[in-house]
């Protein structure tokens, strides 16, 4: 007389366990999908850059480290205040709050200047670049570092083309003409590092990467040969 309760009762669980199973794959398929070639963060700050037509002294400090015409010179815009660097809130910035940059196309850049946040010799851009995406070829008064994890890029670097998979790092000497554009089929977060607190920089009159491919093979062989030096 007992077994069809038994019965009854492994049914039920069943079916409880079976709901529970059900649940849980519809929370898997409700899971919102992070397209990889979309921004890895809020574009909500984007502003449009500063363009200054290039004056006598910009030309000629560029003029010592190429022939390229400069066709204007970009920083970020509007006015602020120094801040105090009295509270912890201000020694701590979120990207959201910064401004948002756009250079090029596929090409985003959160930009932390170093004059409106406390520092006397650091500036950071934190990129989102696009599959395909590049800024255009520009140069800087003082040295760069980029940093990146993941990611597939192509660099010109003076008359040097080259392509090289994260996690590296370049070194781009001062006033050096360069660019870069992600070839890889994710967006591309690069740290960008300047040893100054003024975000500049001058677009020149030469894009390098139109009509191009760029096997990974060429920046090994680059790789071994300066190994072998």
């Not at 069809?4 to 669980?13: D, E, G, K, W, Y």
């Not at 959201?96 to 756009?102: A, E, G």
């Not at 959160?110 to 950071?124: A, D």
């Amino acid at each position: 007389m007992k077994t069809p309760r038994i019965s009854s009762a492994l049914v039920v669980i069943l079916l409880l366990l079976s709901a529970c199973s059900g649940n849980r794959s519809d929370s898997r398929q409700d899971t919102p999908y992070k397209d990889p070639t979309k921004e890895t963060f809020s574009l909500s700050t984007l502003v449009e850059e500063v363009k200054q037509v290039p004056d006598s002294t910009i030309a000629a400090l560029n003029a010592q480290h190429h022939n390229f015409k400069v066709l204007e010179r970009r920083s970020v815009p509007g006015p602020f205040t120094p801040p105090g660097m009295k509270y912890y809130s201000e020694h701590a910035v979120t990207l959201d709050k910064l401004p948002t940059i756009n250079p090029g196309p596929g090409e985003y850049v959160h930009v932390m200047e170093g004059q409106r946040n406390g520092y006397n010799n650091l500036t950071i851009g934190v990129t989102e670049t696009f599959p395909g995406g590049a800024p255009p070829m520009h140069s800087h008064e003082g040295e760069e570092s980029h940093v990146l994890l993941e990611g597939d890029i192509v660099y010109a670097l003076g008359d040097t083309l080259f392509t090289i998979k994260g996690p590296y790092v370049v070194n781009i000497p001062a006033g050096v003409p360069h660019a870069f554009k992600n070839i890889g089929d994710k967006t591309a977060n690069l740290i960008v590092i300047f040893p100054t607190n003024i975000w500049k920089y001058d677009v020149l009159d030469f894009f390098p990467f139109e009509g191009k491919e760029f096997p990974s093979e060429k920046f090994d062989k680059i790789s071994k040969a300066q190994a072998t030096r």
